[in-house]
């Protein structure tokens, strides 16, 4: 029997992981951060499926593939968190957990950056973990479908 996938979305500029503003974001790359979820999803027993894209368009036609391929989906969307309706909506037609993961503790940040569209859909949302935080997304994820 196949394990539970999880997909892992990652939007813009996070390719650019451990050379874009290592301060506020550490210097870990996103091959780590994809290291890190495999092994999380491994002792999760959830296959990981982890993607990053710069575009919106790709993201929600990623959301909207997940709702035959996913159990549940783990997303930093990055700066369109504080932007885009399209995502949350997609989102809204999931029917697994959502988690949303930030790096960053974007409370601490600029005032734009406080309001995310897509935590009001999401079942919990992790900010200022670091990378760490996606590991407790992929656990989180875990649990609630556990509880199912």
Do not use: K
Not at 40 to 67: C, K, P, Y
Not at 71 to 84: F, L
Not at 86 to 99: E, S, T, Y
């Amino acid at each position: 029997m196949p394990m539970p996938t999880v997909l892992v979305l990652n939007g813009p500029n996070l390719n650019l992981l451990g050379t874009r503003q290592p301060e506020i974001y550490g210097a870990e790359t996103l091959a780590d951060v994809e290291r890190l979820c495999a092994a999380a999803g491994d002792a999760a027993g959830l296959e990981v499926d982890f993607r990053q894209s710069n575009h919106e368009g790709e993201l929600v036609g990623w959301i909207q593939q997940a709702r035959q391929s996913a159990a549940g989906i783990v997303i930093n969307p990055a700066a369109y968190s504080h932007t885009s309706v399209a995502i949350f909506d997609a989102l809204n037609m999931f029917d697994g957990p959502v988690v949303e993961v930030h790096i960053s503790n974007i409370h601490r940040r600029e005032a734009f950056r406080h309001h995310s569209f897509v935590s009001s859909r999401a079942d919990a949302v992790i900010a200022g973990a670091g990378t760490q935080g996606y590991r407790f997304g992929i656990e989180r994820v875990a649990a609630l479908l556990a509880t199912g």
